[in-house]
């Protein structure tokens, strides 16, 4: 039949007309569709149980034994006498082999000083900085070495020999001060003579320190200035003598 189209509104429309049908092609089947189908059927056919499957049942002569199934250590061989016994001395007489070399296996040895060695300890570090500069800490300064050392606690050498200089020294003055009183070239004061004379110089600073205050503020002349500095040189005088019978209670004086 003629497939020309008329428009919609023609009057050939009216006339029926044949259905064209499409025929798809052949779907495709493996050629090994029966082959995997009985494959599939042996397969699942080994599993179709009702119940627990069915296996042999051991035999009661062959019962599980106790710690069978614990691992065993290979049995240790036993060193006899002969074996433990040192070889004897050689004779006087008898010299050992010379000229023979040994290949050194070096595989072993590696092995055996790697299992021997010691690890190595890591130094200790410190950080620094925020982000994370490290510092060997021995060098630091924190950790205390110094109590490490053999002398740590000990007085040095040069302060244990100064301390003998100055016992010497006290030694050789006892000594001539023993000498002089048994001359009578010098003579010790009493406690009652050190504080009389130690009074008498306090009231003397004080006289001075009385004059002083009354001094005028303005030192506006030369007579004014030198009183003020006189008094001021005496003052400073009596300062240092009542200094030092303070500081010693033993005191010598000379009779000449």
Aim: charged share 35%; proline share 7%.
């Amino acid at each position: 039949m003629s497939t020309t189209i008329f428009p919609p509104e023609s009057i050939y429309n009216l006339i029926p007309r044949e259905e064209l049908k499409t025929e798809k092609p052949a779907r495709y089947m493996s050629k090994f569709r029966s082959q995997v189908k009985h494959e599939k059927r042996l397969n699942k056919a080994v599993n179709k149980t009702m119940g627990p499957a069915k296996v042999d049942v051991p035999s009661p002569e062959k019962y599980l034994l106790k710690h069978s199934k614990e691992p065993k250590l290979p049995e240790s061989k036993s060193l006899t006498n002969s074996t433990l016994k040192k070889p004897n001395i050689p004779a006087k007489a008898k010299f050992p082999l010379m000229g023979i070399h040994t290949k050194k296996d070096f595989v072993k040895t590696n092995a055996f000083e790697n299992i021997m060695a010691v690890p190595k300890k890591p130094q200790p570090i410190y950080a620094d900085t925020k982000s994370g500069d490290k510092q060997l800490l021995e060098n630091s300064g924190l950790v205390p070495n110094y109590i490490k050392k053999k002398d740590f606690g000990k007085t040095p050498e040069y302060l244990q020999q100064r301390a003998e200089e100055v016992r010497r020294a006290q030694e050789e003055y006892d000594k001539y001060i023993k000498e002089h009183m048994k001359q009578g070239a010098m003579k010790q004061l009493s406690e009652d003579e050190r504080n009389n004379i130690l009074q008498g110089l306090k009231k003397n600073w004080g006289e001075l320190h009385h004059r002083y205050q009354g001094l005028s503020v303005v030192t506006d002349t030369t007579p004014k200035k030198y009183r003020k500095e006189h008094l001021e040189l005496e003052m400073k005088q009596l300062e240092r003598d009542i200094n030092l019978i303070e500081r010693y209670k033993t005191i010598y004086v000379s009779n000449n």
